[in-house]
């Protein structure tokens, strides 16, 4: 049983910065693609970025340049560093695990950007 349990999330001024983590057990976390996803209220859940297990990334337009994922194979921790935040950003962000069988995912954290 794969569980994800994401952390960081709040209330953060225009430009300022928010680091997410999340935290993954009961599967190898190392051999899987890991995945950082939002939604916002009336608009479809959207990647906001991946990284392999080789520690390949890739990026939405839209944060490029602004986030960065990254993964701690020896905590099963999956993070993204958030900077330059802007109200667009607004959002409930869901991490992802995808297994050869599966896909699973967090409850979500709440990232609002706001002055």
């Known amino acids: 049983q794969v569980q994800l349990v994401e952390s960081g999330g709040g209330l953060v001024q225009p430009g300022g910065s928010l680091r997410l983590s999340c935290a993954a057990s009961?599967?190898?976390?190392?051999?899987?693609?890991m995945g950082w996803y939002r939604q916002a209220p009336g608009k479809q859940r959207e990647l906001v970025a991946t990284i392999t297990p080789g520690e390949s990334t890739n990026y939405a337009d839209s944060v490029k340049g602004r986030f960065t994922i990254s993964r701690d194979n020896a905590k099963n921790t999956v993070y993204l560093q958030m900077n330059s935040l802007k109200p667009e950003d607004t959002a409930v962000y869901y991490c992802k695990m995808r297994t050869i069988t599966s896909d699973y995912w967090g409850q979500g954290t709440q990232v609002t950007v706001s002055s």
């Open positions: 009961g599967s190898i976390f190392s051999a899987y693609v």
